[in-house]
């Protein structure tokens, strides 16, 4: 095997396990990160981290307060730039309202790029924008950051090289050579973009940031990070590292915790700033201030984003636009906002049950309430805390089910939490979280069992993560406690570690359990095929509905899920475990949302994963809130009807073809629908000939195959020369007259050159004078897919298939036909639910092809 074959070997075996490696990676690194702060913090207790939390002045907490406010309007600033970048421009308002709540949960609830990008998704999609744009405006967020990131650490170093260089024990001349090295480099893209230039690295093309966007970059990512460190520094005991200094080294823990894909970073930020203040400043000052931190920088803008949105739940807004606008964007965020905010409840309750409650706490307690009762409610405190942890996923995607669990959840913690011990700060959190939950509770209306939900690999490690930080902090608590056996049984009102320990082993069977539950997914199973009283109950929809393609369900090889009150459908096949449905839902617009959850559910609860296939843009917003990803397949070509016309020298080649097949005998006529059966044979004869001179198979799922009931199910357009059918395509139309479009299109060997051409504007011209406004030419696969600043690989990959991919399929060739009817193109995607687009298409090549030996065999 040759080394170039091995490497695409490996990349295909990581692409197809990339969903469990990369949480495995994250577990190990996290393990790793846990050892190293647990063992820096030999000689620290429990009791000196709260002393130190409790001799943290209030100025220095207000201060701390106010670099949190400017970090984050500096971070809406990222938004704006982006979104100038683009060239779009929107309300200021509802911006720095999507940006600071993608912001709040992503640095809330780390992988920040996934969980911000839902945001902006949800929010921009709202706001106007196109499924490329939002995601371009991500790509320029993510890499802003990364690089504004490097571009700081550089400078601070430079400046502070000395004390960089004894932090770290490398030369002092290493530091700064390394941080000219990235100047450099830095300095040589924003040359490279002067004037918003493109520059071509190998196949893919970028268009930089002109001068002016990467200057306003620059010093928005300056002044964030400047922000979040003073944020840190100024909840610090003083030391006698200078602010430069302390700079550097914050921005070297933050993107370590990005680039580690820990949630949130949690554990590798810490042990980066313990191991570089650790000589400096006692160990106890700098853990009580990074709890302080975690709670200001990351709590705190997402307790205010919570109730942002409590208070338009609230309070019924004015009918100012700004203020509708916001309500359409309260309604898409609550519930990300909601999830988050039942992550950080949860994991609340998890570490408080691994924590000392206060000696007030228990003499009051031990006046009032028995023993048992304290026990008990400790115990299933945490229980419950792992258990709203879980549930933050479904409420993400509005399940009723996850709201109905996270509500009793939070409404039985917050009785607890007096039962348990007086823990004020804990009830007012949960209270929050609960009004929330209720004030929005008609925003969670898709019905759906939590039991048969499965969590995706990335839920499972932030939930064993969570589980795992819980024990490294009970080990850190209790260090000073030799273990025994004993302890396990000890009831006192005094017996703290026991108590920890009993909480820590429920949390971890209840966590280890959902999550076994979850990787252990059932088997995949097929639904039934649809019935004939099904089949026609779709078809009286098609009819009545405005996308001609739907009438592809005419060949009853599909099977079909209708919506609960029967007015809309999906049309779908199964391969391997792919559950595939084929364009958008069909019916009102109204009942397309939980139709798609339907479906996702549907898929999930059978051991399937659910992939759209050919979707228009419309459909986007609702498969990310189903948790899905999508990809673009191509462009479909609609001629606008209304506006055509042979005339003039726009269409002259086409008015060439027409006149040449005039000249050549060509006859066109429409066979409608009551009469096709009578030219079957006729049909059948060129379908025959067609197949066998392109050496290929009938299709199936996504195109017609020539079947009689389904040939003779729509009107029929013909080609004659003397009478006798040399070419034909079917009708595909609706009772709307809003598009039409054709299925199977075939000819015969001796048809005149040049008769598809003619064939298609004598049927625009049938359907213009019947009244059709538009006419569908199909789709041109991986056309548009341009190697443009922030095309993902899928695009890149595509745009060279599209360019070199003629051995295989006509790619340009389609494009190129299409092409002469000066169309309007408009973007196709594929959206897939926890596998590789790679698959997903492959599935669907095979579903359409007729399994693999259709695809090989043609």
Known sequence: MSTDQQKTGLRETFENYRGYLVPFIILVVFGFTTFAIYDLTTEVSYDDVLAALAATKASSILLAIFFTALSFVALTGYDLNALSYIGKKLPPVPVAMTAFSAYAVGNTAGFGALSGGAIRFRGYSRLGLSPDDIGRVIAFVTLAFGIGLLGVTAIASLVTAPRIGSLLGIGEGWVRGIAVAIIVVLSALVVAGWNGREVALGRLKLRLPDTKTSSQQFLITALDIAASASVLYVLLPQTDIGW?????????????????????????????????????????????????????????????????????????????????????????????????????????????????????????????????????????????????????????????????????????????????????????????????????????????????????PAWVVAMLVLVAAAI???????????????????????????????????????????????????????????????????????????????????????????????????????????????????????????????????????????????????????????????????????????????????????????????????????????????????LRRVSDTWLAAHETREKTFSLGAFQDAYVASQPVAVLRTQGKIVAFATLSLTETKQEATVDLMRFAPDAPRGSMDFLFVRCMEYLQAAGYRTFNLGMAPLSGMAQREAAPVWDRIGSVIFEHGERFYNFKGLKAFKTKFHPHWEPRYLAVASVSPAIAMVDATLLIGGGLRGVVGK
């Not at 023993?371 to 400790?378: D, R, T």
């Not at 792992?386 to 996270?406: E, K, N, P």
């Not at 391969?575 to 364009?583: E, K, Y």
């Not at 339907?598 to 979707?615: D, K, L, M, P, T």
């Open 472 to 682: 490294t902090v009970l080990l850190f608590v209790y260090r000073e406690v030799d273990y025994s056996r004993e302890l396990w049984w000890q009831f006192e009102f005094s017996a703290e570690a026991p108590r920890g320990l009993r909480a820590i082993l429920g949390v971890a069977i209840v966590a280890g359990t959902i999550a076994i539950a979850s990787l252990l997914r059932p088997a995949a199973t097929r639904t039934a095929q649809s019935t004939p009283e099904e089949l026609e109950r779709a078809i009286s929809i098609v009819r009545q509905q405005d996308v001609a393609d739907a009438n592809v369900v005419r060949m009853a090889d599909k099977r079909l899920m209708f919506s609960t009150n029967g007015k809309a459908f999906i049309m779908y096949g199964i391969q391997g475990r792919s559950w595939i449905a084929l364009f958008d839902p069909v019916g009102p617009a109204e009942e397309i949302p939980e139709l798609v959850w339907s479906f996702v559910e549907e898929a999930r609860a059978q051991g399937g994963r659910a992939v759209f296939y050919q979707i228009s843009p419309a459909l986007l917003p609702y498969c990310a809130d189903a948790g899905m990803r999508a990809v673009k397949l191509g462009e479909l070509a609609i001629v606008d009807l209304e506006r055509f016309d042979l005339k003039g020298s726009r269409l002259a080649g086409l008015r060439q073809a027409v006149n040449k097949g005039l000249r050549e005998g060509l006859e066109f006529d429409v066979i409608e629908q009551p009469d096709v059966m009578s030219s079957i044979e006729d």
């Open 244 to 456: 430069p200094s302390f700079l550097a080294i914050y921005a070297t823990a933050v993107g370590a915790g990005v680039l580690s894909h820990v949630p949130a970073g949690l554990g590798v930020f810490e042990t980066i700033i313990v191991a570089a203040l650790g000589s400096t400043v006692d160990i106890d000052q700098v853990l009580g201030s990074l709890v302080l931190y975690r709670v200001i920088y990351h709590v705190l803008p997402l307790l205010v984003a919570t109730l942002f949105v409590i208070g338009m739940e609230v309070q019924q807004l004015s009918n100012h636009p700004v203020a509708s606008t916001l309500r359409k964007l309260e309604f898409r965020l609550a519930p990300l906002l909601l999830a988050a905010f039942a992550m950080i409840a949860g994991a609340m309750l998890v570490f408080s049950g691994v924590t000392p409650t206060p000696d007030s706490d228990l003499d009051f307690l031990y006046n009032y309430l028995p023993l048992p009762v304290v026990e008990g409610a400790h115990f299933l405190s945490s229980i419950l805390g792992i258990v709203l942890f879980a549930s933050a996923r479904g409420v993400s995607q509005r399940l009723d089910g996850a709201w109905w669990t996270a509500t009793a959840c939070s409404a039985l913690a917050l009785l607890l939490a007096f039962v348990r011990a007086v823990a004020v700060f804990e009830a007012i959190f949960l209270v929050i979280l609960l009004a929330g939950l209720l004030l929005s509770a008609r925003q969670f209306t898709r019905p759906a069992s939590l039991l048969r939900q499965v969590l995706t």
